[in-house]
Structures are given as C-alpha cells and as structure tokens.
C-alpha cells in the first residue's frame, strides 16, 4: 500500500505555473510588489470577499507583523494554548508575555468565557486562533476587547475560504492573519497575509513587511517579509482550484463522519458557520488509546497527526506554568486523520475499517 499522510500539497498542473514562470522571464522582476503579487493581491481578496489583505512571507511573519503594526508597548497577550507553536513564538519573538486562557470543549477555541479572569493592567491584546477553521466565539472576545480596551489579533492561519455569519472569517478582529504554508488548505509554498479594515495598520504592515522606506526616506523600524513572484504565481495557480479542492475534501470529510458515525468524539461545525474542510480531528477515549491507534495505523503506512501537541502553556521555554486542563486533554488525545483534495474514497474506508 502507498503511504499516506496527514496531507499532501496540492500542485497545479506544471504547465500552468511554466506560463507564469514565463511571465517572470520577460519582467525579470522577481519580488518586490511585483505585477504577480499584486494580481495574486487582487484576486485572493476578491476570492474570500475582503476589502483589504496584504501578502507576507510566511504566517509566523503575518503574526509578528501583526503585533507590530498594533503599536502595543510591552505587557502581556492573552492567547490560547491549543495551536501550532507559532502563534505562541510570534508572542515570545515580540518580547510579549504569553497569558495562557483554557480552551473551549465544543470548538477548540479559547473560552470566551475564561477571558475576563486573565486579564490584568499589564494586558494588551488577545490573541485566539480559529483552530482547524472552527470559529472562536468572535462576539463575544469583541465586547470583552472594547469594555477592557484590548485589541484583538486573530490567528487565522487555517481559516481561508471559512464563511463565518456572511462574511470570511478572516474579516473579524482589529487584524487577522492566515498561512499559505505548503501544508496547508490553499499555498503560496511559503506565504501568509495580514488582513484589517484599519487604515493605519495597513500602512505599518505594508512598511514594516519591506523594511520600513520609501525610497530614502525611513519611516519605521522594518523587517523583510515579502512573497516573491514565484510564490504568488503559485498561488494565482491554486486560486483556480480551491474550489474544486474544497469540494473534494467536503466529500471526504462527509465520508468520514458517516463511516466513524458515533465512534469518536469530533467538534461540531455552527450552522452559521461555512467550513472550510481544511481538517478531521477526532478524539480518542485517552492518550493510550491514541497511540494504540496511531501504532496500528502506521503498520498500514498510515500517517495522521497529533494536531495539536502538546499543550503550549507546556513549552519548556515559558517560564510561569501556568493550567489549563481542557486543552491539555484535548491535546494528550486528538490526531488529525489525513485529509487532502486527491485522497481516495477508498483509502478513507480502509483508514475506518483499520480505526475500528
Ligand atoms: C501554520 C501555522 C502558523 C504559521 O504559519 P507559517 O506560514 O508556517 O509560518 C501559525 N499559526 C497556526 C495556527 C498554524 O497552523
């Protein structure tokens, strides 16, 4: 049998990319604000219906570029433990302390609820995550923001194409970031955005992401965090098949849950909510269970993904422990069970025949 992982990047027909490639050749003009990258510019908003999003060089930049344009002093940020390791290294790598607020049992995201408690003179910003494309409770984190005076960064590095009551779930907070990693739903190889419908913060992010001039004239304090050419050209390629690609993976995603019907506990997606399918976590009864599980799927060369492990409140490098039960269960016994737009119908049944 062919191994299969958690995912597989999506790559366009190579003949498409070459016409690009093409098009580089006769500008020669590889990076820099370049004809590709403001077309892909152009047409990712049009895609996820936004007015504003600026191109970056990775998602982990899009977080740091973020803090930054917030203008938010030193203190603390409120963020959730349950994420990839980014979005806590982005808090760190901007000289922030990391507060650690518990997540919530039904969409993985931080409790609303447990905000208010963690927040203290030295707060300054909270910054969730829409994990797996679930929906934080964006109301309710935007009344606590106003009455606290806090501005909100939402990580949405798995969010693209997420619809979340009318409009892209990208479009919340006073700045949000997506990730075009390889790995992820839609890709520019590397690459990431900043999206904010606030005049000022875009104009930082545009001057902090190319090192903070305009010609000689230096405004601020910058750093390089451009795509390049070649990476916009992939994603104008991708651009033309997500829809195709996220189709394909809602068909798997529905298979799953019919064949692992009642076996797993798994989020349940709001009815005001349009999914994005960008993952399938399922929980297992405890962590021995898990590894029983992944131990018997990889004798059947079959990868998933302890998404997301461990808890971050956990890294060895953050000094104040600080609790937080939910998401450490969560984390000690959800893998993610590969998704990806070519995955077989077929191998997804042999995954559930191999987890029952
Ligand atoms: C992938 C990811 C990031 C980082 O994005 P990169 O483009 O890989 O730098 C940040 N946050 C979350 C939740 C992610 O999954």
Request: include cysteine.
């Amino acid at each position: 049998m062919k191994r299969i992982n958690v995912t597989k990047t999506f790559l366009p027909p190579i003949e498409e990319y070459q016409s690009y490639l093409d098009s580089i050749w006769s500008s020669s003009q590889l990076t820099n604000q370049g004809p590709l990258l403001l077309e892909f510019e152009e047409k990712t908003k049009e895609y996820l219906g936004l007015k504003n999003l600026q191109a970056v060089a990775n998602g982990t930049l899009a977080l740091q570029l973020a803090i930054r344009a917030l203008d938010l002093g030193e203190g603390e940020i409120i963020t959730t433990p349950f994420s990839y390791v980014a979005t806590t290294s982005a808090i760190l790598w901007e000289h922030f302390t990391p507060v650690f607020v518990d997540i919530d049992r039904t969409n993985f995201c931080l409790d609303a609820n447990k905000i208010e408690r963690a927040i203290t003179d030295k707060t300054k910003a909270i910054m969730p995550v829409h994990v797996f494309g679930l929906p934080c409770n964006v109301e309710e984190i935007d009344q606590i923001a106003k009455k606290h005076n806090l501005k909100v960064i939402y990580d949405g590095a798995h969010a693209f194409g997420v619809k979340y009551r009318g409009k892209s779930l990208l479009d919340y907070g006073d700045i949000s970031t997506c990730s075009f990693h390889a790995t992820k739903l839609f890709h520019t190889i590397e690459g990431g955005a900043a999206i904010s419908n606030n005049e000022e913060i875009n104009r930082k992010v545009d001057l902090q992401k190319r090192f903070g001039h305009h010609g000689d004239e230096h405004i601020m304090l910058g750093i390089n965090a451009k795509l390049t050419e070649f990476q916009a050209a992939m994603g104008l390629c991708n651009l033309k098949y997500i829809d195709e690609n996220i189709n394909k993976r809602k068909q798997l995603y529905n298979l799953y849950s019919k064949l692992l019907a009642g076996r797993f506990e798994v989020p349940t997606i709001s009815a005001d909510t349009i999914y994005n399918y960008g993952y399938y976590p399922v929980l297992a009864e405890n962590e021995k269970q898990l590894t029983q599980l992944i131990d018997k799927l990889g004798h059947k060369e079959i990868y998933p993904r302890r998404y997301f492990y461990p808890s971050l409140n956990n890294l060895p490098y953050i000094d104040k422990r600080q609790k937080c039960p939910v998401s450490e269960d969560i984390a000690s016994r959800i893998m993610c069970l590969p998704l990806y737009a070519d995955l077989e119908e077929q191998s997804v049944e042999e995954i559930c025949e191999a987890l029952k």
